[in-house]
């Protein structure tokens, strides 16, 4: 696919058109918007009428979903094809929460039985009998693994704070700066503490540096090696790295590499999600992620959230070259969602190769960053509102809050709706002036301020609403980001499972690792590196 098929007249015809119009005379000229661009699933309701589509272009878009055989790519990823081309392995991530009989057969014993050591562990923390080798119950649980080993889990342990089974303290060491291990030593006492190794390859540099650390301390305070098999587990597919580091068997659980790094939080590599929220809390959390899968499958493109969602995005990035994807999260709960979605969208959808090898001259995955409101707005809505670029926004928000106080959750969410109508609507310098010479403000002065407090307002966003945070929303909002990604990598014909281009940094830091220990062979890295390196060595 070139630019030149991908982006049609047709399409740049209605991107004018529209934005030539303005969001806000869309709303004018159709004020049933909202009931027309709004869908929900399960509870989980996506209004998406803030964006520049009308009839025509929104036909304009699904017919593009329907060109490039969204649907039979969707059925390939489910049934177990071996869409992840350049690495030849199935994406079935979805069937580590589908139900018993939608499980792609060869699997579903695996599956199962790695669900119930998670479900009988977290029943052992539950009830008090998760004990350490001096008898003390686990108070503390680390999970140490970086990336898809790390974020996710990291992410929802915290989003699911209210629906914790045990007061147990959950730690997430992932950083080779060795100032986060040291940290989270300092909160743990050996005897209580249970440590759990992610790494779907268990090669990573950062997980292997940290759990050698961590056990290092564990036998410095006080633990022999004997007492390593009642504090430490391992999650991986490479088992027997896992065993050589001296994990014993019954410690291990299972990974498999049909399941990508940054979807693995369904897995045993979300066993920190399953000890906090336990086997109940853990179930509901699969079913939600189902249930946006049921959707994803069977909803029609006009109703379908991740796909109306993927195609925005589409829209966005390679027809007004927007670039960029803000996420902003009404919810507290969700501080550690942005930082997760990055690796998951950008990781997959960072790409220019198509899957035939050929290059993409078009844009792919968007920058995704963001934050959690009401605080962004006092940081950077500012460049939202008046700023030079076209930042299309997801807001996310709850309409109850698990722990009411006067009327705080109320006034998050009016400020999440005010954000996204100013951001529609903008100010007009007519009413900026009726205002300030109401006022009693000279006309100069007021023509003149009107240009500084103008705001032109058509920045487009989609706002995702639930009840509260529960884990089966927290599952149905990681599932419905997981199609959107792979909505898009099937519009832009890019394999959103491999993650090529991370690799030659871990190999570059190898070799310049050693030019640090032998400074003979410094001189073979450019001069820039060689520089550094110096500066590095003179200041130790
Ligand atoms: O470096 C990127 C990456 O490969 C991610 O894709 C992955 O989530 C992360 O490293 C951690 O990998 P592992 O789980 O194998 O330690």
């Known amino acids: 696919?070139?630019?030149?098929?991908?982006?049609?007249?047709?399409?740049?015809?209605?991107?004018?058109?529209?934005?030539?119009?303005?969001?806000?005379?869309?709303?004018?000229?159709?004020?049933?918007?909202?009931s027309k661009y709004s869908t929900q699933c399960d509870g989980l309701l996506l209004d998406f009428s803030k964006n520049f589509i009308d009839e025509q272009s929104f036909a304009a878009l699904t017919s593009l979903a329907v060109s490039?055989?969204?649907?039979?790519?969707i059925d390939a990823m489910f049934s177990g094809k071996y869409?992840?081309?350049?690495?030849?392995?199935?994406?079935?991530?979805?069937?580590?929460?589908?139900?018993?009989?939608?499980?792609?057969?060869?699997?579903?014993?695996?599956?199962?039985?790695?669900?119930?050591?998670?479900?009988?562990?977290?029943?052992?923390?539950?009830?008090?009998?998760?004990?350490?080798?001096?008898?003390?119950?686990?108070?503390?649980?680390?999970?140490?693994?970086?990336?898809?080993?790390?974020?996710?889990?990291?992410?929802a342990v915290e989003a699911l704070q209210h629906y914790h089974t045990t007061s147990t303290r959950f730690l997430f060491v992932s950083n080779i700066d060795p100032v986060q291990i040291s940290s989270a030593m300092k909160q743990c006492h050996w005897e209580t503490t249970l440590f759990i190794v992610c790494s779907k390859t268990f090669t990573t540099l950062e997980t292997l540096?940290?759990?050698?650390?961590?056990?290092?301390?564990?036998?410095?305070?006080?633990?022999?090696?004997?007492?390593?098999?009642?504090?430490?587990?391992?999650?991986s597919t490479n088992l027997e790295a896992a065993a050589e580091f001296g994990i014993p068997e019954e410690n291990l659980f299972p990974m498999w590499d049909w399941v990508g790094g940054r979807y693995s939080l369904?897995?045993?590599?979300?066993?920190?999600?399953?000890?906090?929220?336990?086997?109940?809390?853990?179930?509901?959390?699969?079913?939600?992620?189902?249930?946006?899968?049921?959707?994803?499958?069977?909803?029609?493109?006009?109703?379908?959230?991740?796909?109306?969602?993927?195609?925005?995005?589409?829209?966005?990035?390679?027809?007004?070259?927007?670039?960029?994807?803000?996420?902003?999260?009404?919810?507290?709960?969700?501080?550690?969602?942005?930082?997760?979605?990055?690796?998951?969208?950008?990781?997959?959808?960072?790409?220019?190769?198509q899957k035939d090898g050929s290059a993409t001259d078009y844009a792919t995955g968007a920058i995704l960053?963001?934050?959690?409101?009401?605080?962004?707005?006092?940081?950077?809505?500012?460049?939202?509102?008046?700023?030079?670029?076209?930042?299309?926004?997801?807001?996310?928000?709850?309409?109850?809050?698990?722990?009411?106080?006067?009327n705080q959750h109320r006034d998050l969410f009016s400020n999440c709706l005010a954000q996204s109508q100013a951001m529609m609507q903008g100010r007009s310098i007519e009413t900026l002036m009726e205002e300030m010479l109401a006022k009693g403000m000279q006309?100069?002065?007021?023509?003149?301020?009107?240009?500084?407090?103008?705001?032109?307002?058509?920045?487009?966003?989609?706002?995702?609403?639930?009840?509260?945070?529960?884990?089966?929303?927290?599952?149905?909002?990681i599932a419905l980001y997981e199609h959107k990604i792979f909505t898009q990598s099937v519009i832009w014909n890019i394999n959103a499972f491999d993650q090529w281009g991370v690799e030659l940094g871990k190999q570059l830091s190898k070799t310049i690792g050693t030019a640090i220990e032998n400074p003979e062979q410094a001189h073979q890295q450019d001069s820039s590196t060689q520089g550094l390196i110096n500066f590095y060595q003179n200041n130790q």
């Not at 966003?461 to 529960?470: A, E, G, H, I």
Request: aromatic share 8%; glycine share 8%.
């Open 266 to 353: 369904w897995s045993a590599i979300g066993l920190s999600i399953c000890l906090a929220i336990g086997k109940k809390g853990f179930q509901q959390f699969l079913d939600g992620g189902n249930s946006m899968d049921q959707h994803y499958r069977s909803a029609p493109y006009e109703k379908n959230i991740p796909v109306i969602m993927g195609l925005l995005g589409v829209w966005y990035s390679d027809y007004f070259q927007s670039q960029t994807q803000a996420m902003i999260c009404y919810d507290q709960n969700l501080v550690q969602f942005p930082n997760y979605l990055q690796q998951l969208d950008m990781e997959s959808n960072g790409k220019t190769v």
């Open 68 to 73: 490039k055989n969204l649907r039979q790519n």
């Open 443 to 477: 006309r100069d002065e007021a023509e003149q301020l009107a240009k500084h407090r103008f705001i032109e307002g058509n920045k487009p966003s989609n706002t995702l609403v639930y009840q509260r945070l529960t884990p089966f929303v927290l599952g149905q909002l």
């Open 369 to 406: 960053w963001g934050g959690v409101g009401t605080n962004t707005q006092h940081s950077f809505h500012q460049l939202i509102h008046q700023g030079s670029h076209l930042i299309p926004v997801d807001f996310i928000v709850g309409t109850q809050s698990h722990v009411p106080i006067a």
């Open 83 to 155: 869409i992840n081309n350049t690495e030849n392995r199935q994406v079935l991530h979805t069937a580590l929460r589908a139900r018993p009989e939608e499980i792609p057969c060869q699997y579903g014993e695996q599956i199962e039985v790695a669900r119930k050591k998670m479900f009988a562990l977290a029943d052992k923390l539950e009830s008090g009998d998760l004990k350490g080798s001096t008898g003390k119950p686990i108070n503390t649980i680390v999970n140490i693994g970086v990336g898809g080993s790390d974020l996710g889990p990291f992410m």
């Open 1 to 34: 696919m070139t630019h030149k098929e991908f982006i049609s007249s047709e399409m740049m015809d209605h991107k004018n058109r529209l934005q030539g119009k303005g969001l806000k005379a869309l709303f004018d000229q159709e004020p049933q918007r909202f």
């Open 209 to 235: 540096a940290n759990a050698n650390a961590a056990r290092s301390w564990f036998l410095q305070q006080g633990g022999s090696i004997q007492d390593i098999k009642h504090h430490f587990l391992a999650v």
